[in-house]
């Protein structure tokens, strides 16, 4: 079987790569701000062998590790930032961690460590048998704010790739061609001027009535956008008190859509709306990008390579123990899991999946940075079964699963299906042929346009 010694060797380091996501679960970070990962992952690829490069493309928590030389260049697209809000025991109930205000809620610590054990158990594969090719694995922050890999792409960082694999936990073991939204973000900070609300009304400029009119323009921009165009926000700071006319008020949105086309026309309309909100309300508005991504482009020549491969790998078993503890949690969230398992045509009853690895098409109003990298070099972007079924994403449902052996038995299957997918393309480079032609069917003559403007830098 081609990667059975990478399978092997996986197995050798299963502590280590155990150990190494229990540490990020338990130290879980805001994005950008990736230290105690940062340092662990570093160092931990460095005693590996790996040539190891810190703040790769000017992202100061980003690592570059290489092993091997000449093509085919494989990369390996690591995360390891955490959520707000998300601390969570590993427990069938919501169990906050006092203290800690972060928590893998989309299992980010399984992420990073599963590419880890896919390169290691790669590395070995190449090494014991002289095959040829460079391993690169990277740890991209920032994810969970939808700018890391943009402002990798911009420093160089994924310059020389042939082809790259990008693994998430979930609930089944798949293999996507579907197709996730591109996004742009961006605060709107309006500037007025402050005056009693009572006695001297007159005088002021509310800020805040610059952010609401303009929430109200962007609410009639919905009716005249493509049906596929997501526009969401949040206020982030609405004035102090009723009776001082606030002079400082700011909204933080999300535009999304299926390409970044039409992402960047509509955020430019949504910008005249904030200008026009501005001038109604005798206010200034300033606008803070904060990042964009592109949609997901999938591969489907190098989706069918990883659900071959996931399907040459045994899955483990799960035990009683991790099967109730996975039904206690859809307990929680019975109609989400009820919907998960009509969506994939799975029995009444079922709790965990264990099951083939499926090639899959199921597009998502989620974004995720990975679309970037898809933009530059043919990529591969699969999940396997870490979560119960009723588990929603960015949830403590997620984050407790993250933690748990179900979690663990997730990430290593997928470790085992990326050292395998990598092993194959290796012996087989007709497939990185074949994977290449269709990504430029793809662009059909487009170039990738970083979404980073210039002079950004790392949003604090």
């Known amino acids: 079987m081609v990667g059975k010694i990478a399978i092997e060797e996986i197995e050798r380091k299963r502590e280590a790569i155990d150990e190494l996501s ?3 679960w338990n130290n879980p970070e805001a994005g950008f701000k990736e230290y105690k990962a ?3 992952v570093a160092a931990f690829m460095e005693a590996e062998g790996f040539q190891v490069e810190r703040g790769v493309g000017g992202v100061p928590t980003a690592i570059k590790a290489v092993y091997g030389s000449g093509h085919p260049v494989i990369g390996f697209m690591g995360e390891f930032d955490a959520l707000p809000g998300l601390s969570q025991r590993v427990s069938v109930d919501k169990e906050e961690i006092e203290g800690q205000p ?3 809620g989309c299992g980010h610590n399984l992420l990073c460590a599963a590419h880890v054990g896919g390169v290691l158990g790669l590395k070995e594969e190449m090494k014991r048998r002289s095959l040829p090719g460079t391993i690169v694995f990277y740890a991209c922050p920032g994810e969970e704010l939808l700018t890391g890999k943009p402002l990798m792409a911009k420093g160089g960082a994924f310059e020389g790739l042939d082809v790259a694999v990008n693994f998430h936990p979930n609930k089944i073991n798949e293999a996507t061609t579907g ?3 591109a996004v742009n973000s961006a605060r709107f900070k309006f500037t007025g001027k402050a005056s009693h609300a009572a006695n001297a009304p007159e005088n002021g400029r509310s800020a805040l009535d610059g952010v ?3 929430n109200v323009g962007a609410n009639y921009l919905r009716e005249h956008v493509p049906s596929d165009v997501r526009i969401h926000y949040t206020i982030t700071n609405g004035g102090i008190v009723p009776n001082i006319v606030p002079d400082k008020a700011e909204v933080w949105y999300y535009i999304r859509a299926f390409s970044r086309e039409v992402v960047e026309d509509v955020y430019e309309r949504l910008i005249r709306v904030a200008k026009g909100a501005a001038m109604m309300t005798d206010t200034q ?4 990008f904060q990042g964009g991504c592109y949609n997901t482009q999938n591969n489907k020549i190098l989706a069918n390579v990883v659900a071959e491969a996931m399907n040459e790998i045994p899955q483990e078993p799960w035990t009683k123990e991790e099967l109730a503890f996975a039904a206690a949690l859809d307990e929680k969230t019975a109609d989400s899991a009820r919907a998960t398992v009509k969506k994939y045509g799975l ?5 965990l999946y264990s099951g083939p690895g499926k090639v899959t098409c199921f597009n998502s109003y989620g974004s995720t940075d990975i679309g970037d990298v898809m933009h530059l070099v043919p990529t591969a972007y699969f999940f396997t079964a870490c979560t119960n079924m009723g588990a929603p994403a960015h949830s403590w449902q997620f984050a407790s699963c993250a933690g748990s052996s179900i979690g663990e038995k997730g990430m290593i299957f997928a470790a085992k299906t990326m ?5 194959k393309l290796i012996e087989n480079p007709e497939l990185i042929a074949l994977a290449k032609a269709e990504f430029d069917r793809q662009m059909e003559g487009r170039v990738y346009k970083n979404p980073v403007p210039d002079g950004m830098g790392v949003p604090k």
Do not use: Q, W
């Open 22 to 24: 229990r540490f990020i």
């Open 38 to 40: 940062h340092e662990k």
């Open 102 to 104: 972060y928590g893998h």
């Open 179 to 181: 197709v996730s939204t």
């Open 212 to 214: 609401e009119l303009m």
């Open 285 to 288: 508005v300033d606008v803070e």
């Open 347 to 351: 029995e009444a009853d079922t709790h």
């Open 419 to 423: 050292a395998v997918y990598g092993a």
